[in-house]
């Protein structure tokens, strides 16, 4: 059974940082991209970053050159190094991963960053 699980969300003030952490099982986990999602209250699930099996990365504009991607297949993990944080980073962050074209979501660790 494919499961993702986030971990490692809180408060941080502005400026601060924050590393996610997603544990995955149930699959060959160095076979499949992943990605981190985000969703504010009242907006869409956007995109926030991909990471290839390859460990080739892409970012949303507004995260570009604050937040980092990184996975660790050994251990089954993806990783979100989150720094400089802005009051519009606050958020439920999820883990995703698609195999054979079905979605796979953890339940999210929420993000909230204020002074």
Same mark, same amino acid.
């Given at each position: 059974? &494919?499961?993702?699980?986030? @971990? /490692? $969300? =809180?408060?941080?003030?502005?400026?601060?940082?924050?590393?996610?952490?997603?544990?995955?099982?149930?699959?060959?986990?160095?076979?499949?991209?992943?990605?981190?999602?985000?969703?504010?209250?009242?907006?869409?699930?956007?995109? &926030?970053?991909?990471?290839? @099996? /390859? $460990? =080739?990365?892409?970012?949303l504009e507004s995260v570009k050159g604050r937040f980092?991607?990184?996975?660790d297949n050994a251990k089954r993990m993806v990783y979100?190094?989150?720094?400089?944080?802005?009051p519009e980073d606050t958020a439920v962050y999820y883990?995703?991963?698609?195999?054979?074209?079905?979605?796979?979501?953890?339940?999210?660790?929420?993000?909230?960053?204020?002074?």
């Amino acid at each position: 059974q &494919v499961q993702v699980v986030e @971990s /490692g $969300g =809180g408060l941080v003030q502005p400026g601060g940082s924050l590393r996610l952490s997603c544990a995955a099982s149930g699959f060959t986990f160095s076979s499949y991209a992943m990605r981190w999602y985000r969703q504010a209250p009242g907006k869409e699930r956007d995109l &926030v970053a991909f990471i290839s @099996s /390859g $460990g =080739g990365t892409n970012y949303l504009e507004s995260v570009k050159g604050r937040f980092t991607i990184s996975r660790d297949n050994a251990k089954r993990m993806v990783y979100l190094q989150m720094n400089s944080l802005k009051p519009e980073d606050t958020a439920v962050y999820y883990c995703n991963t698609i195999i054979y074209a079905i979605n796979y979501w953890g339940k999210g660790t929420l993000v909230t960053v204020s002074s």
